[in-house]
Protein backbone atom coordinates (compact mmCIF):
# COMPACT_ATOMS: atom_id res chain seq x y z
CA UNK A 1 0.00 0.00 0.00
CA UNK A 2 1.11 3.87 -0.70
CA UNK A 3 0.34 6.07 2.24
CA UNK A 4 1.49 9.56 0.72
CA UNK A 5 1.26 13.01 1.83
CA UNK A 6 1.52 14.63 -0.81
CA UNK A 7 3.62 17.02 -0.99
CA UNK A 8 1.65 19.94 -2.32
CA UNK A 9 -1.25 20.93 -0.62
CA UNK A 10 -4.01 19.06 -2.58
CA UNK A 11 -6.37 16.73 -0.41
CA UNK A 12 -7.26 12.98 -1.70
CA UNK A 13 -5.81 13.12 -5.34
CA UNK A 14 -5.69 10.54 -7.63
CA UNK A 15 -2.47 9.21 -9.39
CA UNK A 16 -3.16 11.94 -11.98
CA UNK A 17 0.02 14.96 -13.13
CA UNK A 18 -0.55 17.84 -11.14
CA UNK A 19 2.21 20.06 -12.67
CA UNK A 20 5.06 19.25 -15.53
CA UNK A 21 7.36 18.44 -12.76
CA UNK A 22 5.61 16.82 -10.29
CA UNK A 23 3.40 13.22 -10.58
CA UNK A 24 2.44 12.99 -6.71
CA UNK A 25 1.05 9.60 -5.35
CA UNK A 26 -2.54 9.40 -4.03
CA UNK A 27 -2.86 10.63 -0.68
CA UNK A 28 -5.27 7.82 -0.30
CA UNK A 29 -4.53 4.23 0.81
CA UNK A 30 -4.52 1.95 -2.25
CA UNK A 31 -2.50 -1.44 -2.43
CA UNK A 32 -0.06 -2.63 -5.37
CA UNK A 33 0.06 -6.16 -6.58
CA UNK A 34 1.88 -6.03 -9.78
CA UNK A 35 3.01 -9.12 -11.76
CA UNK A 36 6.34 -7.79 -12.44
CA UNK A 37 7.55 -5.10 -10.36
CA UNK A 38 6.20 -1.72 -9.01
CA UNK A 39 3.42 -2.97 -6.45
CA UNK A 40 3.87 0.29 -4.34
CA UNK A 41 4.52 2.97 -7.28
CA UNK A 42 6.06 2.32 -10.77
CA UNK A 43 7.50 5.11 -12.75
CA UNK A 44 6.89 8.25 -10.20
CA UNK A 45 8.96 10.76 -11.52
CA UNK A 46 7.92 13.32 -9.20
CA UNK A 47 8.40 13.98 -5.46
CA UNK A 48 7.98 11.32 -3.01
CA UNK A 49 8.05 12.21 0.85
CA UNK A 50 6.42 11.69 3.75
CA UNK A 51 4.87 8.62 2.59
CA UNK A 52 4.04 4.98 4.01
CA UNK A 53 4.94 2.49 1.41
CA UNK A 54 4.22 -0.83 2.53
CA UNK A 55 2.89 -3.73 2.17
CA UNK A 56 2.91 -4.65 -1.37
CA UNK A 57 3.77 -7.51 -3.52
CA UNK A 58 5.19 -7.87 -6.80
CA UNK A 59 8.40 -10.63 -8.58
CA UNK A 60 10.86 -7.66 -8.51
CA UNK A 61 10.96 -4.45 -6.78
CA UNK A 62 7.44 -4.91 -4.72
CA UNK A 63 7.25 -0.94 -2.82
CA UNK A 64 8.82 0.93 -5.81
CA UNK A 65 10.43 0.51 -8.88
CA UNK A 66 11.95 3.27 -11.86
CA UNK A 67 10.66 6.06 -9.64
CA UNK A 68 12.19 8.94 -8.41
CA UNK A 69 14.45 8.79 -4.80
CA UNK A 70 11.91 8.64 -2.17
CA UNK A 71 12.81 11.00 1.07
CA UNK A 72 11.69 11.15 4.41
CA UNK A 73 9.35 7.87 3.79
CA UNK A 74 8.77 4.56 5.32
CA UNK A 75 9.52 1.79 2.85
CA UNK A 76 9.64 -1.65 3.02
CA UNK A 77 13.04 -3.22 3.21
CA UNK A 78 14.00 0.04 1.33
CA UNK A 79 17.98 -0.34 0.43
CA UNK A 80 17.88 2.27 -1.76
CA UNK A 81 19.43 5.30 -0.33
CA UNK A 82 17.83 9.06 0.30
CA UNK A 83 17.15 11.13 2.68
CA UNK A 84 15.31 10.65 5.67
CA UNK A 85 13.93 7.49 4.68
CA UNK A 86 13.17 4.43 7.21
CA UNK A 87 11.98 0.79 7.25
CA UNK A 88 11.96 -0.27 10.46
CA UNK A 89 11.69 -4.26 11.14
CA UNK A 90 8.75 -3.63 13.15
CA UNK A 91 6.50 -1.89 10.51
CA UNK A 92 4.87 1.19 10.44
CA UNK A 93 2.62 0.40 13.08
CA UNK A 94 -0.50 1.34 11.62
CA UNK A 95 -3.39 1.19 14.03
CA UNK A 96 -4.93 -1.78 12.48
CA UNK A 97 -4.25 -2.35 8.83
CA UNK A 98 -6.78 -5.11 8.03
CA UNK A 99 -9.54 -4.02 9.66
CA UNK A 100 -11.89 -6.14 11.76
CA UNK A 101 -12.51 -8.65 8.48
CA UNK A 102 -8.87 -9.21 8.62
CA UNK A 103 -8.46 -9.15 4.88
CA UNK A 104 -5.99 -6.08 3.87
CA UNK A 105 -7.60 -6.21 0.43
CA UNK A 106 -10.60 -4.57 1.80
CA UNK A 107 -9.76 -1.17 2.45
CA UNK A 108 -12.90 0.47 4.01
CA UNK A 109 -12.12 -1.21 7.20
CA UNK A 110 -8.58 -0.84 7.43
CA UNK A 111 -7.18 1.74 9.76
CA UNK A 112 -3.98 3.32 8.61
CA UNK A 113 -3.57 5.69 11.23
CA UNK A 114 -0.25 5.29 13.63
CA UNK A 115 -0.34 4.02 16.62
CA UNK A 116 1.61 5.08 19.35
CA UNK A 117 4.94 4.18 19.23
CA UNK A 118 4.95 3.88 15.71
CA UNK A 119 8.54 4.75 14.06
CA UNK A 120 6.31 7.45 11.63
CA UNK A 121 5.21 9.57 14.12
CA UNK A 122 7.43 13.44 13.86
CA UNK A 123 9.59 11.56 10.99
CA UNK A 124 8.63 13.69 7.98
CA UNK A 125 9.76 16.73 6.15
CA UNK A 126 7.87 19.72 6.89
CA UNK A 127 6.59 22.21 3.99
CA UNK A 128 5.58 25.75 4.91
CA UNK A 129 2.07 24.87 3.20
CA UNK A 130 1.65 22.24 5.89
CA UNK A 131 0.94 24.59 8.64
CA UNK A 132 -2.67 25.44 7.41
CA UNK A 133 -3.08 21.87 5.96
CA UNK A 134 -4.90 19.09 7.05
CA UNK A 135 -4.57 15.67 7.09
CA UNK A 136 -6.64 12.71 5.98
CA UNK A 137 -9.18 13.24 8.82
CA UNK A 138 -9.79 16.78 8.71
CA UNK A 139 -6.89 18.12 11.79
CA UNK A 140 -3.86 19.64 11.57
CA UNK A 141 -1.18 18.46 9.16
CA UNK A 142 1.64 18.96 11.62
CA UNK A 143 1.55 18.40 15.28
CA UNK A 144 3.81 17.26 17.82
CA UNK A 145 3.59 13.81 18.84
CA UNK A 146 6.17 13.21 21.32
CA UNK A 147 9.38 13.83 19.63
CA UNK A 148 9.32 17.37 17.72
CA UNK A 149 6.56 19.61 16.34
CA UNK A 150 6.82 17.74 12.68
CA UNK A 151 4.94 16.26 10.21
CA UNK A 152 4.42 12.60 9.98
CA UNK A 153 4.79 10.02 7.34
CA UNK A 154 1.76 8.49 5.71
CA UNK A 155 -1.55 10.12 5.73
CA UNK A 156 -2.78 11.13 9.15
CA UNK A 157 -1.13 13.11 11.51
CA UNK A 158 -0.74 11.03 15.39
CA UNK A 159 -2.31 12.86 18.15
CA UNK A 160 -3.71 15.69 15.88
CA UNK A 161 -7.22 15.39 17.41
CA UNK A 162 -5.98 16.43 20.37
CA UNK A 163 -6.70 20.26 20.87
CA UNK A 164 -4.57 23.63 22.30
CA UNK A 165 -4.63 26.49 22.34
CA UNK A 166 -2.55 28.07 19.23
CA UNK A 167 -3.34 31.90 19.42
CA UNK A 168 -4.85 34.22 21.51
CA UNK A 169 -5.29 37.61 20.14
CA UNK A 170 -6.18 41.00 21.51
CA UNK A 171 -8.60 42.31 19.18
CA UNK A 172 -8.73 46.52 18.56
CA UNK A 173 -12.52 46.28 19.88
CA UNK A 174 -11.03 45.10 23.46
CA UNK A 175 -12.21 41.36 22.58
CA UNK A 176 -9.69 38.69 22.97
CA UNK A 177 -10.03 35.83 20.49
CA UNK A 178 -8.65 32.62 21.83
CA UNK A 179 -8.23 29.96 18.98
CA UNK A 180 -7.22 26.20 19.23
CA UNK A 181 -6.74 23.03 17.02
CA UNK A 182 -9.43 21.08 16.72
CA UNK A 183 -11.59 18.21 15.27
CA UNK A 184 -14.37 18.46 13.32
CA UNK A 185 -17.58 17.04 14.74
CA UNK A 186 -16.49 18.10 18.12
CA UNK A 187 -18.17 20.90 20.57
CA UNK A 188 -15.75 21.97 22.86
CA UNK A 189 -16.25 24.59 26.13
CA UNK A 190 -14.70 27.24 27.09
CA UNK A 191 -14.20 27.95 30.63
CA UNK A 192 -12.64 31.49 32.89
CA UNK A 193 -11.55 32.50 36.30
CA UNK A 194 -9.88 35.45 37.81
CA UNK A 195 -8.73 33.98 40.59
CA UNK A 196 -6.47 30.77 40.06
CA UNK A 197 -6.33 30.51 44.05
CA UNK A 198 -10.01 30.36 44.41
CA UNK A 199 -10.39 27.36 41.93
CA UNK A 200 -13.43 28.60 40.78
CA UNK A 201 -14.48 28.42 37.27
CA UNK A 202 -17.13 29.91 35.18
CA UNK A 203 -18.53 28.41 32.18
CA UNK A 204 -18.27 31.34 29.41
CA UNK A 205 -19.63 29.42 26.11
CA UNK A 206 -20.27 25.95 24.48
CA UNK A 207 -18.58 26.01 20.80
CA UNK A 208 -18.90 23.51 17.81
CA UNK A 209 -16.13 22.82 15.95
CA UNK A 210 -15.39 24.93 13.10
CA UNK A 211 -12.62 22.38 11.60
CA UNK A 212 -9.05 21.68 11.98
CA UNK A 213 -8.94 25.15 14.24
CA UNK A 214 -11.81 26.98 16.31
CA UNK A 215 -11.84 30.11 18.00
CA UNK A 216 -14.04 31.73 20.50
CA UNK A 217 -14.12 35.77 21.55
CA UNK A 218 -14.33 37.16 25.01
CA UNK A 219 -16.27 40.15 24.03
CA UNK A 220 -15.56 42.30 27.51
CA UNK A 221 -12.27 40.00 29.28
CA UNK A 222 -11.67 41.29 32.59
CA UNK A 223 -9.61 44.30 33.14
CA UNK A 224 -7.23 42.51 35.64
CA UNK A 225 -6.58 38.79 35.13
CA UNK A 226 -8.25 36.26 33.37
CA UNK A 227 -7.53 32.69 32.71
CA UNK A 228 -9.18 30.77 30.33
CA UNK A 229 -9.53 26.79 29.94
CA UNK A 230 -11.00 24.94 26.92
CA UNK A 231 -12.42 21.42 26.89
CA UNK A 232 -14.19 19.11 25.22
CA UNK A 233 -18.12 18.98 25.84
CA1 LIG B 1 -10.03 -5.18 5.65
CA1 LIG C 1 3.85 14.84 14.12
Redesign the pocket.
Known sequence: MRICSPTIPVPNITPTPLSSALYCPTSQPTFGIAAYAGGGLDACNGAIQNCIIWGNTAPSSPQLFESSTPTYSCIENWTGGGEGNISPKSGPAFVDPDGPDNDPHTFADNDYRLSAGSPC??AGMNEDWMWMATDLDGNPR????GLSL???MGAY??GSWLFRISQVLVQTTGGLQLMWTSRPGDEYVVWSCTDLSSGVWAQEATVPSAGASTSWTDPSPSGSRKFYRVGLE
Not at 142 to 145: A, M
Open positions: IDVFYGTVDEY
